[in-house]
């Protein structure tokens, strides 16, 4: 069946090219594949191997690269010569340079397989198909606990066009989980592709793991040694652009004017921040990190802060992180505050609301004054649902910012 010199391609990995015959036993079959420089071996009677012939007015490109028009052909000890009018060649002359890739190829190259693979790629498809039209794609695969806080969080932050929120749980409720849980989600719909996360380098190990074991998200960290080695590798290019999903010391890179140019021209589709409360910012100046990540932001679609203390330097300081997130809508510290005196009757009206029972007049004529139209004693629930979504995005910091607690849970 098999002889030295012929020509054979791999039926599972035809980008390996045109094999030849190498070595022949009684068990055994050596092909090598010199365009990938591989030798494989495999088991006589279940080669997974297609025999390449060529026909008359085939035209096949030799090792020499140059092209031969086949219009003879013979055989000779299981050795194909293929032939024109001024020359013939063995087969063993042919270039390696092949691949079947098309359908049609396969097809006239005889490299077909049985009705049951077929049937089992088929199925596999479908199924692919089903599993990527759910409502919840991407949700649902990570092995986490699935958390009701945590998936509307992911839910609805991935729904989103462009992500751009602060999640400010307190400790320990999860806000890495679902960080990761958006960047999962949107990974898999091929939404994102290039991520960048900025955290304190006490946290890479932590993050690290997490995304690997949780996630499958394998992240690489690009500390100051990682740069350097990767910047020798291709000749000093830029090491942030040979990474998809990067780990990163926020502070290192804030501080160093190179890593900071490469990494706000290496193109991101989504920035993550974790210990946002440590960018320092006010009306007056901001510290190397802060303007780092806000360079970011002005250039990213996406952007995740994440801090269990959104307001531990004060008002100013959560004020600062918001306008990262939507500059238009936070352009004013000033204005911020005194809309900050007024959350408390906003969260009164909206708990009214919630409460499902009959509206009293202080409560109604709290509700018409932030809401400008007549409200009845007793709202029915679509329409109180509704006036509480006109509130979150009317007043307050709207949908930029989540927050669980452990009391109100």
């Not at 020509?7 to 036993?25: N, P």
């Not at 006589?44 to 003879?72: G, N, W």
């Not at 397989?113 to 695969?141: F, I, P, W």
Request: net charge negative; proline share 4%; charged share 25%.
């Amino acid at each position: 069946m098999f002889e030295v010199g012929q020509r054979w391609i791999s039926d599972t990995e035809s980008e390996l090219g045109l094999g030849m015959v190498q070595e022949v036993d009684f068990r055994q079959v050596a092909i090598l594949y010199p365009a990938a420089d591989e030798v494989r071996r495999y088991a006589k009677d279940q080669a997974p191997l297609t025999r390449i012939k060529f026909d008359i007015e085939d035209t096949v490109t030799l090792e020499d690269d140059s092209k031969l028009t086949i219009t003879e052909i013979q055989e000779m000890n299981g050795i194909l010569f293929y032939g024109d009018a001024d020359r013939i060649i063995p087969e063993t002359q042919l270039s390696g340079h092949i691949q079947l890739s098309q359908a049609s190829e396969r097809l006239l190259a005889g490299q077909v397989d049985n009705s049951k693979a077929y049937e089992l790629r088929l199925r596999a498809l479908q199924m692919k198909s089903k599993l990527q039209e759910r409502k919840h794609y991407g949700l649902v695969g990570s092995r986490t606990t699935l958390l009701p806080h945590q998936l509307y969080i992911a839910n609805e932050v991935s729904s989103r066009e462009a992500p751009r929120v602060l999640l400010a749980d307190e400790v320990g409720l999860g806000k890495t989980i679902e960080a990761g849980m958006i960047m999962h989600r949107l990974l898999l719909n091929e939404r994102i592709q290039r991520v960048l996360v900025l955290l304190p380098e006490a946290l890479t190990h932590q993050w690290l793991v997490e995304m690997v074991r949780r996630f499958n998200l394998r992240f690489s960290v690009l500390d100051e040694g990682r740069c350097l080695a990767l910047e020798d590798q291709e000749g000093g290019g830029n090491p942030y652009l040979q990474q998809q999903l990067v780990l990163a010391p926020l502070s290192a890179i804030a501080g160093d004017p190179k890593r900071r140019q490469q990494v706000l021209s290496a193109g991101w589709d989504m920035v993550v921040v974790d210990e946002a409360h440590h960018l320092e910012w006010s009306p007056q100046s901001h510290d190397e990190s802060y303007g780092l990540v806000e360079s970011l932001a002005h250039q990213c679609p996406g952007l995740l802060l994440l801090t269990a203390t959104p307001e531990q330097l004060g008002m100013e300081g959560h004020f600062a992180r918001l306008r990262l997130l939507d500059p238009e809508r936070f352009h004013n510290l000033e204005e911020f505050i005194q809309e900050q005196s007024q959350f408390q009757p906003v969260a009164n009206a909206a708990q009214s609301l919630l409460s499902g029972s009959e509206l009293n007049t202080l409560q109604r004529d709290a509700l018409q004054g932030l809401l400008n139209q007549e409200i009845p004693a007793q709202p029915d629930t679509e329409q109180a649902q509704a006036w509480i979504k006109q509130l979150i995005d009317q007043h307050g910091t709207g949908r930029v910012m989540f927050r669980n607690t452990r009391s109100a849970m």
